[in-house]
């Protein structure tokens, strides 16, 4: 069974430029959600997309936009970079409601810099 | 509105118990997750309670009061690789949403 795994690990940008992550779903699994974790906190609900759409959103602006492919692997993309997006930001994929405890698998996330 | 609570951090001494307790304010709840993660890598999924009562599983265990929007995670005869930070989650109800709402996690130091 392979895992999630995420690309880039680290990078670093400057702020104003964009900047996609990629992110593969543990095969078998309809759902990828993405968080951002600041350091030293939680991680915090980004979006969520089940079979190619968007079915959850938390408080990130319009900025923070995501993609699902029929494999369901993700990509999570940010525009107009600015400094307080530098955190790790964690894929995460799971089997839709009612299955199991459909707890989350997270990746190793990748961690982005804004200079 | 949404909020978690947990301890920032914790110490306690290698062979010991440990309680990390997490209180909860929700606007829905499907079941709460507690989940590890250590310095630089993934949180890892430890347990799951969604019914009232006490999940037992090796030398963890996971309580829930739905009613008093509480939970604790025990950890008990402790190692040295259980220094981490420890995650507590509520999973939001919604459809095929499955939007957990993350605590901003309780960093354990173990100490020989």
């Known amino acids: 069974e392979t895992g999630v795994t995420q690309s880039p690990t680290h990078l670093i940008k400057t702020r104003g430029q964009q900047v996609t992550l990629r992110c593969s779903s543990q095969s078998g699994h309809n759902t990828v959600s993405w968080y951002q974790q600041a350091l030293g906190q939680g991680p915090q609900f980004i979006f969520q997309y089940y079979r190619e759409e968007e079915n959850g959103r938390g408080n990130f602006p319009p900025r923070f936009s995501g993609l699902q492919f029929p494999n369901y692997s993700s990509e999570l993309n940010v525009n107009a970079l600015e400094l307080d997006d530098s955190a790790l930001y964690l894929c995460?994929?799971?089997?839709?409601?009612?299955?199991?405890?459909?707890?989350?698998?997270f990746g190793e996330g990748s961690r982005l810099t804004v200079l | 509105g949404q909020n978690i609570d947990q301890p920032t951090e914790m110490t306690a001494t290698e062979g010991a118990i440990v309680q990390i307790n997490c209180t909860y304010q929700?606007?829905?709840?499907?079941?709460l997750f507690w989940y590890q993660q250590h310095a630089g890598e993934a949180p890892t999924f430890l347990s799951y309670n969604v019914l009232d009562g006490l999940e037992e599983k090796g030398r963890f265990s996971s309580f829930l009061s739905r009613s008093k929007g509480y939970s604790y995670l025990l950890l008990k005869e402790l190692q040295m690789k259980d220094s981490a930070s420890y995650l507590c989650?509520?999973?939001?109800?919604?459809?095929?949403?499955?939007?957990?709402?993350f605590g901003p996690g309780t960093r354990l130091s173990v100490l020989p």
């Open positions: 989650a509520v999973r939001d109800l919604g459809g095929y949403g499955q939007n957990f709402v």
């Open positions: 995460a994929s799971s089997l839709g409601s009612g299955t199991n405890t459909g707890e989350l698998f």
């Open positions: 929700t606007s829905g709840f499907n079941g």
